[in-house]
């Protein structure tokens, strides 16, 4: 019987349906169970747990789940409260790029603030506690935390706080609260982790795999193929306006001589104003075509 691997993802919340949608990429197909916590990969031995986020890092750390997809925001905590225990890390293995947010200090719009030191001697609620923990320790501030599991942004108005650490996106949840962020303390994103324990070489085999049609998932989104004809002796100069791209493919095209057909992979955005640069170094014929799928 083969050994299978599991994905632990966030169960519901800012990054669920990114996880999923990068497992699906990958070519991952499985069936949704009742209970909703645990699907069957159907066409690989890769099965996804659908956890709380919270759970994520201990999980991975402790094998449970040989990979996880888990905010940076959440495993920096896990980090920082394991600091004294001494516990092993999940491994980061990459940024997913996506899930952006930033752990941030806010306050209501008429509390004063003029740096760190404004939060000397006050109270602030969290559920971020090791993080803001070390950020006081590092700028030398006593400030009071208080723990709170959520709800967070109505600390103040209950009168429980007089600042709040959170996380922020949009920055929606601040203003309905008539909240400011005041400073940034973490930017995060998604990240891929996997387990530090040994595996068996045939496990190893599937989570390298994994990591590999991850890898070319993330990549491709913003590459594009391109294909232009250029003036043979604009080569070097339309090389070097490709954004992004390694060396460039040229092919000679039939029955012209002076005139080149170049083909690259751009792994950066291309705007219409890179096209328009292309166009004024000589390139003609010019095509942009996203693409599907890439392995390195
Ligand atoms: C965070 C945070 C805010 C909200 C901010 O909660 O606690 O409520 O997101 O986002 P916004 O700036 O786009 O309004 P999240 O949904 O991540 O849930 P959790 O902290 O309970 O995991
Ligand atoms: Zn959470």
Same mark, same amino acid.
């Given at each position: 019987? #083969?050994?299978?691997?599991? &994905?632990?993802?966030?169960?519901?919340?800012?990054?669920?349906?990114?996880?999923? /949608?990068? +497992?699906?990429?990958?070519?991952?197909?499985? =069936?949704? #169970?009742?209970?909703?916590?645990?699907?069957?990969?159907?066409?690989? @031995?890769?099965?996804?747990?659908?956890?709380? /986020?919270?759970? &994520?890092?201990?999980?991975?750390?402790?094998?449970?789940?040989?990979?996880? %997809?888990?905010?940076?925001?959440?495993?920096?905590?896990?980090?920082?409260?394991?600091?004294?225990?001494?516990?092993?890390?999940?491994?980061?293995?990459?940024?997913?790029?996506?899930?952006?947010?930033?752990?941030?200090?806010?306050?209501?719009?008429?509390?004063?603030?003029?740096? @760190?030191? #404004?939060?000397?001697?006050?109270?602030?609620?969290?559920?971020?506690?090791? %993080?803001?923990?070390?950020?006081?320790?590092?700028?030398?501030?006593?400030?009071?935390?208080?723990?709170?599991?959520?709800?967070?942004? !109505?600390?103040?108005?209950?009168?429980? =706080?007089?600042? !709040?650490?959170?996380?922020?996106?949009?920055?929606?949840?601040?203003?309905?609260? /008539?909240?400011?962020?005041?400073?940034?303390?973490?930017?995060?994103?998604?990240? $891929?982790?996997?387990?530090?324990?040994?595996?068996? @070489?045939?496990?190893?085999?599937?989570?390298?795999?994994?990591?590999?049609?991850?890898?070319?998932?993330?990549?491709?989104?913003?590459?594009?193929?391109?294909?232009?004809?250029?003036?043979?002796?604009?080569?070097?100069?339309?090389?070097?306006?490709?954004?992004?791209?390694?060396?460039?493919?040229?092919?000679? +095209?039939?029955?012209?001589?002076?005139?080149?057909?170049?083909?690259?992979?751009?792994?950066?955005?291309?705007?219409?104003?890179? +096209?328009?640069?292309?166009?004024?170094?000589? =390139?003609?014929?010019? $095509?942009?075509?996203?693409?599907?799928?890439?392995?390195?």
């Amino acid at each position: 019987m #083969s050994e299978r691997i599991k &994905i632990a993802v966030q169960k519901s919340g800012r990054l669920s349906e990114n996880s999923l /949608d990068l +497992l699906h990429r990958c070519g991952l197909q499985y =069936a949704r #169970s009742q209970s909703r916590l645990y699907c069957a990969g159907e066409n690989m @031995p890769v099965d996804i747990l659908l956890v709380r /986020d919270d759970d &994520i890092p201990s999980m991975v750390q402790q094998g449970v789940c040989e990979l996880g %997809i888990v905010g940076e925001n959440v495993l920096r905590e896990q980090q920082e409260a394991d600091r004294e225990t001494g516990n092993g890390q999940a491994t980061v293995v990459r940024g997913l790029d996506f899930g952006y947010c930033r752990l941030s200090i806010a306050a209501p719009r008429e509390t004063p603030y003029a740096g @760190p030191q #404004s939060l000397d001697g006050r109270r602030i609620a969290t559920s971020y506690p090791a %993080i803001l923990g070390r950020y006081l320790a590092r700028h030398g501030i006593e400030a009071k935390i208080v723990r709170l599991a959520g709800a967070v942004e !109505i600390a103040p108005s209950l009168g429980q =706080a007089d600042f !709040i650490c959170d996380l922020v996106s949009s920055g929606n949840t601040l203003n309905a609260n /008539d909240l400011r962020e005041t400073e940034v303390i973490l930017d995060s994103e998604a990240l $891929l982790v996997a387990t530090p324990r040994t595996l068996s @070489p045939e496990k190893q085999a599937w989570v390298d795999r994994m990591q590999r049609r991850i890898d070319g998932v993330v990549r491709v989104r913003e590459s594009k193929y391109i294909m232009l004809h250029a003036p043979r002796s604009a080569v070097a100069e339309i090389s070097r306006l490709l954004p992004g791209s390694e060396t460039p493919t040229v092919v000679s +095209l039939d029955g012209c001589d002076n005139r080149v057909a170049m083909h690259a992979v751009c792994r950066e955005t291309v705007f219409w104003e890179t +096209l328009e640069a292309l166009k004024d170094a000589g =390139a003609s014929a010019m $095509l942009v075509l996203p693409v599907e799928k890439m392995l390195a």
